[in-house]
């Protein structure tokens, strides 16, 4: 299994509609998991994290599954503003000290009028 | 919030020719710093870590003589691409975790697009 997987893109979806993007890690010591946004040509910007079994801000949803080591983030209400690409993001090694990232490739979400 | 600069926000050289990236940490201090890159359409990978008073500790395949790393002050880190080449053209972002937040949050710069012509 790759350190993380995401589900390939891009997603298109109109206005207003629910969208979930997933993701998968190998590393199962893993405490805390990070949805990224990165709009085109920028840096990344944290979105979400996820220390437990899940996290709910406003029309985002992050839910863990360490059993499956599987993470979703759902989007609600979906806004033309949400296009970009979502980046699943998962600490590699121990969960002490500074923690080195690793990115998925990143779903990209194209939500059109 | 924590902001990290990075310093230029883009750049164009010459093939052969080096290029120093500045990543400066703004409102805190960063004792650990980390430099990416990211080429079209791929998301990014770490090249290496960088550690204020010791040297930098480079992800396998990363060539540490090309990317020179100075972490010389507790808010700035520096990236030099020596003899740089076209394939070095990326778009290069550092990160800075910041100690006295939940789970080490880190923070990016804007990134610097690199173009060797």
């Known amino acids: ?113 | 919030g924590a902001v990290v600069s990075q310093h230029p926000s883009w750049v164009i050289c010459k093939s052969g020719t080096s290029v120093k990236i500045e990543c400066r940490s703004l409102d805190f201090q960063a004792t650990t710093m980390f430099w990416y890159r990211q080429f079209p359409k791929q998301s990014l990978m770490l090249m290496a870590t960088s550690n204020e008073g010791s040297k930098a500790t480079y992800e396998q395949g990363v060539e540490k003589d090309k990317f020179l790393i100075n972490h010389a002050s507790l808010t700035l880190s520096t990236l030099t691409v020596t003899s740089a080449h076209p394939e070095d053209s990326s778009f290069y972002i550092c990160s800075a975790p910041r100690g006295d937040r939940v789970y080490n949050e880190q923070f990016f710069g804007p990134g610097t697009r690199l173009t060797v012509l």
């Open chain 1, 1 to 113: 299994r790759k350190e993380v997987e995401q589900d390939p893109g891009p997603f298109n979806v109109p206005e207003g509609a629910t969208v979930a993007f997933n993701c998968t890690y190998s590393n199962s010591a893993s405490q805390s998991f990070f949805w990224y946004r990165q709009d085109c040509r920028k840096e990344p910007k944290l979105l979400m994290s996820v220390y437990s079994s899940g996290n709910e801000d406003g029309r985002f949803t992050a839910q863990l599954n360490r059993a499956s080591q599987y993470i979703s983030l759902l989007i609600r209400d979906s806004k033309l503003s949400d296009s970009a690409t979502y980046l699943c993001v998962v600490p590699r090694g121990r969960n002490t000290g500074f923690q080195k990232l690793v990115f998925g490739t990143g779903t990209r979400l194209l939500v059109s009028p």
